[in-house]
C-alpha cells in the first residue's frame, strides 16, 4: 500500500479583478404574430373572465365580507427578466415564477436554428403566479387592450407587452394544481372507503404566501370558515415560516365531502360545491401523516461489540426515530436529546430506524469487522415516533405534526437552544436525514422541507446530509424471467437499466433530497456481507461499483445534479418469479444478507447485541455521514498542526466539498448505460443522463484523508463576496514537464447560499471555478473534462471538475503555477449582502507506479509550509 501522507494546505489567496466578460444574448423561439395572438389569447382572457365572475359569487355566499381574488397562471415561450416589478404596478401582487423545460412546440412557438429555421427541439419557457382582485384584473385587461390596438403601454408596465407577446397560456390556478398535480384525486379514489361517509380525513394545506400578515390571516380566517361549513375542523395551529415562504396548516374533513368532489370533478369548477376546494389562496392540498419506515418481525442475530466511551463533542448529528441506548453496539456512543418526549412512547422491539442509522454513523457496515467507530459522540434526536393507528406501529410523523416544524425546532436547539435550555450541541457540523416524504416527490420547485434545509444550513452553516429516496414498487423487465435469467450479467445490467429508466417519472427525488445547501446521497449497489444464500431472491444488477436498482434517481432543481454523490447502501436482492413467463421482480424486504449488517432492536427484553442486514438510501445516507466526520477529525488535526486558513466557521464546507472531491464515474457503469440508453437524440448531452443516475459518481473517502507521493490534495476555503474573485497557485510539479504520461486533476468546490423563495432559479449565491489565464485544455497539463456536464455542472452549490489529460506536456519553469480561480456572482437577488462561505480541494495525480514525486515537488513549493498529519 502507498505511503499515508498528510493533506497540504494553500497558504493564502489573492483577490483580483473580475473578468467583465461578454456573455451571450438569450436565444428567443419563434413567436405568433400579434394579430394571431390577439385570436388566440382573446378567447382565453374571456373564459379567465367568466370563471372569475363565477367564483366571485361563489365564494360570496360562502364567506361574506371577503373580496374575492384570483391566482393568474401566465405560461410564456421563452423568457421575460424583471417582469416582477411590471405585476406590482398593475396592482397586482406577485406569487412567483418558475423555468418550463421541454416545452412541445406547436406551430406558432418553436425554437430557431443559427440560420433561422426551424429547430426539431422542445422549447424553454417560464409560468408566472400572480394574484389579483377585481381592480387588478381589469387593469391587465385595459393592457392587453391597449397592446392589442399596437399602443405603447405607460412607464413600468412596459414588459406586459413582452408578456402578451411570448403568453401561451393564460387562466386561473384551480384543481388541476391543487388535487391533480400532487396525486389527491387518485389517492382519495383508492383508499376512501364508500361505506363510511363520516371517515375523518386528514390532510395539509399549503397556502400562498401573502406578502403582508393581514391577507396571510384573511386567508386563514377564509379556511376555518369553509371548513366548519362543511363539518371539518384544523388538526393545530398554522404554520407561518416567512424564511422559507411556507404557510401551511394540517385539517380534517368528513369522507362525504371528499366523495361529494370526486362525484364532481369532471365538471366545471365552478359547480363543485365544496367551496373549500376552489378557495384561490390554496397552493396545494397534500397527504399527511405518512409512514417513514416499515416495521418488520425479523430480531437479528447477537454479536459482540467492544465497549469504548468516546468523549470528544458531537460533530455528527442524528434526526430519525429514537435508537436503542442501551444496545451495546450505541451504549455511551450518543448524546441523546428528546425535546418532543418521544422516547417514551417506543414499545420494545421499535426502535428500529433509529438504531440502524446510528449504527452506521458510529460504526459503519459491522460485517467489515475492522472498522474504527467514530471518536467522537453522535448526537440525537427523535423526530419520529410510532404510529399507534398502524397495525405494526411503524414510525411515522403524526398527522398534526409537520415535518417542516420539528426539524427547524429540533436544529435550532441544537445551536441556541430554547427558552431557558441552552444550545444543547453547537459543536455539530453535519446533520443526517436518512428519511424522506415517501408522498412528495420533487416536481418543479423545491418543496418546503428542501427550502427549510437550504435555509438552515445558510443560517447555521451546517451541513446537511439527505437521502435520495427508495424505489419499492416492483422492477418490470422488457422480457420475462426464464429469458431474464439465461442472460449474461452483463446484460442483466443493461435491461434492468432499461427497466429503470421507463419508470423514471415514478423514480423522481424524494423531499427533502431537491435541497441545494446539502448533499443528496444514492446507494451503491455493494456492501461487505460476502456470498449469499438466495432463499428464492436474485440480484438484477450483478456489476461491480453498480448502482442500486431501487435508488431513485434525478435530476434535482433546475436540472442540478442530484444525488451528487454515491455511498454503498447493500445489495438490494428482488423475489424470484413464480413463473417463468412473468416480468415483473418484487422487493424483497428480508433482513438477512446480503445488505449492511446493522445494530437492531428486539422485542425481547435484555437482548441488547443484535443485528441484521438492511439496505438503501438511508444506510448510504448514514455511510455520508459517517464519512464527514471523519474528514473533520482530519480537518482539525491540520489545524492544530498550523493550518491557520482553516478556521471552524468554514469546516462544514469543507467537509462537504471533501465529501464530493474523492468520487468518481465508474467506468463501466458509464459504459453500460451507454450501452442501454445512449441513442440518437440524447448522445450530445449523454453525461447528463449518465449523471441522472450516479451524480458525480460513487464516493472515495480513503482518498481525501491522505495523500500518497504521486498524489497530492491542497485544500484553500474562505468568504466571498459579490463580484470578487479569489485566487490560487497550484505549484506544477517540475518532474511532470514534457513528460508523456497519464495525469489527473480533480478540482472541487462547494459553498452554501441563502435562499430567496420569491425568485424562480431560489439560489441567491453562485460560485464557480474557472481556470487562470487559459482554459484546462489549453495550459500546460492539457487536460480534458471526464465526468459531468460543464453547464450542469454550475446548477447548484459543488462543482465538481475531474480532468485528465495523456498527451505530452508542455516544457514549463520551476515555480510555475496552475491558477485555480473562485468566482462570485449574484443570482436569485439584485445584490449578495453577506460574504459566501465556500470550500475547495485540488488534486493531481499520476499512477502509482511513475517514479515522480509530485507530492513532495508541490510541498515543497507551497510556501509558507503548512501541512497536517492524517
Request: with cysteine; charged share 25%.
Amino acid at each position: 500500500m502507498a505511503d499515508q501522507l498528510p493533506l497540504l494546505v494553500f497558504p493564502q489567496k489573492r483577490i483580483v479583478p473580475p473578468d467583465p466578460g461578454r456573455g451571450f444574448p438569450p436565444s428567443k423561439p419563434h413567436l405568433p404574430s400579434r394579430d394571431k395572438q390577439i385570436l388566440r389569447i382573446g378567447g382565453q382572457l374571456t373564459a379567465l373572465q367568466q370563471s372569475f365572475t363565477q367564483y366571485h359569487a361563489s365564494l360570496a355566499g360562502a364567506v361574506a365580507g371577503m373580496e374575492p381574488e384570483t391566482v393568474l397562471v401566465m405560461e410564456i415561450a421563452g423568457s421575460v427578466n424583471d417582469f416582477k416589478q411590471a405585476v406590482e404596478a398593475a396592482g397586482l401582487e406577485w406569487l412567483g415564477e418558475w423555468d418550463l423545460e421541454d416545452l412541445e412546440p406547436d406551430d406558432e412557438f418553436y425554437e430557431l436554428n443559427s440560420k433561422g429555421q426551424r429547430a426539431d427541439k422542445p422549447i424553454q419557457g417560464r409560468l408566472f403566479l400572480s394574484m389579483g382582485n377585481q381592480t387588478g384584473l381589469q387593469e391587465m385587461l385595459s393592457l392587453w387592450a391597449q397592446w392589442s390596438q399596437g399602443r405603447s403601454l405607460p412607464r413600468g408596465k412596459g414588459k406586459w407587452g413582452d408578456v402578451f407577446s411570448q403568453l401561451r397560456m393564460i387562466r386561473r390556478w384551480g384543481i388541476e394544481e391543487t388535487l391533480r398535480e400532487t396525486g389527491m384525486i387518485e389517492r382519495w379514489q383508492d383508499f376512501l372507503d364508500p361505506i363510511n361517509p363520516d371517515q375523518p380525513v386528514t390532510f395539509q394545506i399549503e397556502l400562498f404566501y401573502r406578502r403582508t400578515a393581514a391577507k396571510r390571516q384573511q386567508n386563514e380566517r377564509a379556511i376555518r370558515h369553509l371548513l366548519e361549513n362543511s363539518g371539518g375542523r384544523l388538526l393545530g395551529d398554522f404554520i407561518d415560516m416567512g424564511e422559507i415562504a411556507f404557510h401551511a396548516v394540517k385539517a380534517q374533513l368528513p369522507a362525504r365531502y371528499i366523495q361529494q368532489l370526486l362525484a364532481e370533478i369532471d365538471r366545471p369548477e365552478s359547480e363543485i360545491d365544496v367551496q373549500l376546494f376552489n378557495f384561490s389562496g390554496i397552493m396545494y392540498f397534500r397527504p399527511t401523516g405518512q409512514s417513514l419506515s416499515a416495521a418488520d418481525e425479523d430480531e437479528g442475530e447477537p454479536i459482540e461489540f467492544i465497549a469504548d466511551q468516546p468523549d470528544l463533542p458531537p460533530v455528527a448529528a442524528l434526526l430519525d426515530g429514537a435508537p436503542l441506548l442501551m444496545h451495546d453496539a450505541l451504549k455511551d456512543r450518543l448524546l441523546f436529546d428528546d425535546p418532543f418526549e418521544l422516547e417514551g412512547l417506543y414499545q420494545p422491539g421499535e426502535r428500529k430506524h433509529g438504531t440502524s442509522m446510528a449504527s452506521l454513523i458510529v460504526h459503519g457496515d459491522l460485517s467489515h469487522g475492522q472498522n474504527e467507530p467514530l471518536r467522537r459522540k453522535v448526537y440525537c434526536t427523535p423526530i419520529m415516533q410510532p404510529d399507534p393507528s398502524s397495525r405494526d406501529r411503524d414510525e411515522h410523523m403524526p398527522d398534526e405534526v409537520f415535518f417542516e416544524d420539528r426539524i427547524h425546532l429540533a436544529v435550532r436547539r441544537m445551536f441556541e437552544g430554547a427558552g431557558d435550555v441552552p444550545a444543547q450541541a453547537p459543536s455539530v457540523r453535519v446533520i443526517n436525514l436518512s428519511i424522506c416524504d415517501p408522498e412528495r416527490p420533487f416536481i418543479h420547485t423545491p418543496s418546503p422541507w428542501a427550502r427549510l434545509l437550504d435555509w438552515l444550513a445558510w443560517k447555521y452553516r451546517v451541513l446537511f446530509c439527505v437521502s435520495a429516496g427508495n424505489f419499492l414498487d416492483p422492477v418490470t423487465m422488457g422480457i420475462n424471467h426464464a429469458a431474464f435469467s439465461a442472460l449474461p450479467d452483463a446484460e442483466k445490467v443493461q435491461q434492468t437499466i432499461k427497466a429503470m429508466a421507463a419508470t423514471l417519472s415514478s423514480r423522481r427525488l424524494l423531499s427533502p433530497a431537491e435541497s441545494l445547501n446539502a448533499i443528496t446521497v444514492g446507494a451503491l449497489h455493494n456492501d461487505e456481507s460476502g456470498n449469499f444464500q438466495p432463499r428464492h431472491r436474485l440480484d438484477l444488477m450483478p456489476e461491480e461499483n453498480g448502482f442500486s436498482p431501487a435508488m431513485r434517481v434525478g435530476h434535482g432543481f433546475r436540472r442540478s445534479i442530484k444525488p451528487e454523490v454515491l455511498f454503498p447502501g447493500g445489495r438490494q436482492p428482488y423475489q424470484t418469479p413464480i413463473a417463468n413467463h412473468s416480468t415483473q421482480y418484487k422487493f424483497d424486504r428480508s433482513k438477512v444478507a446480503p445488505g449492511q449488517q446493522v445494530a437492531w432492536d428486539s422485542a425481547q427484553q435484555g437482548d441488547l447485541s443484535n443485528a441484521l442486514f438492511t439496505r438503501g438510501t438511508s444506510n448510504a445516507t448514514a455511510l455520508a455521514t459517517r464519512s464527514a466526520a471523519r474528514i473533520y477529525d482530519m480537518l482539525t488535526e491540520l489545524r492544530d498542526q498550523g493550518g491557520e486558513n482553516l478556521p471552524e466557521s468554514l469546516m462544514s464546507v469543507l467537509m462537504k466539498a471533501l465529501l464530493i472531491h474523492g468520487a468518481r464515474q465508474p467506468e463501466n457503469i458509464k459504459q453500460q448505460l451507454g450501452t442501454a440508453l445512449k441513442n440518437e437524440g440524447n448522445s450530445r448531452t449523454f453525461k447528463r443522463v449518465i449523471s441522472r443516475y450516479i451524480g458525480y459518481g460513487a464516493a472515495d473517502i480513503e482518498r481525501v484523508l491522505a495523500c500518497t507521493e504521486q498524489r497530492a490534495t491542497v485544500l484553500g476555503c474562505g468568504e466571498i463576496r459579490e463580484n470578487e474573485v479569489h485566487e490560487y497557485a497550484f505549484p506544477l510539479p517540475t518532474g511532470l514537464s514534457t513528460q508523456k504520461l497519464w495525469r489527473r486533476l480533480v478540482v472541487t468546490l462547494a459553498w452554501f447560499s441563502p435562499i430567496n423563495p420569491d425568485h424562480r432559479n431560489l439560489r441567491e449565491a453562485k460560485l464557480s471555478l474557472e481556470p487562470g489565464g487559459s482554459n484546462w485544455g489549453t495550459g500546460s497539463l492539457k487536460l480534458k473534462r471526464q465526468d459531468g456536464d460543464h453547464n450542469q455542472v454550475l446548477r447548484g452549490t459543488i462543482q465538481h471538475e475531474v480532468l485528465e489529460g495523456s498527451k505530452t506536456i508542455a516544457a514549463y519553469q520551476d515555480g510555475e503555477m496552475l491558477l485555480i480561480l473562485v468566482v462570485c456572482k449574484k443570482d436569485a437577488t439584485a445584490s449578495l449582502d453577506e460574504p459566501i462561505p465556500y470550500g475547495l480541494a485540488v488534486t493531481l495525480e499520476v499512477k502509482e507506479d511513475i517514479n515522480i514525486p509530485i507530492y513532495q515537488q508541490i510541498h515543497e513549493r507551497i510556501k509558507p509550509q503548512v501541512i497536517v498529519g492524517q
